[in-house]
């Protein structure tokens, strides 16, 4: 299934608000990330040119964070399966929009 860019971080932003990660995910994107030009930009634009896949894995450094490695694995097994669930894969995804 053919997703933009647009309609890929909606659905990673509801995925993460439905399973209570949203705010965790945010807090620590930012906290963790003041020192790389690339994520200076924002979180909208980390959301637009991440592959989908990949959204939870290269936000920032997990063993950094309050929730740690084993909280952050699960999400990201969640998210990964969420895609699955919806035929929504690296080449499914579309770079274009």
Known sequence: MEKSKNEMAKIFIRFLKDVDAYSK??????????????YKRGLDTYLQTVVCE???SMAFNWESTAEGIG???SVEQKWIIHLRKYNIFISSFSYGN
């Open 54 to 56: 990949l959204l939870i």
């Open 25 to 38: 995910f945010k807090n620590n994107y930012f906290l963790l990330n003041t020192n790389f030009k690339r």
């Open 71 to 73: 909280y952050w694995h």
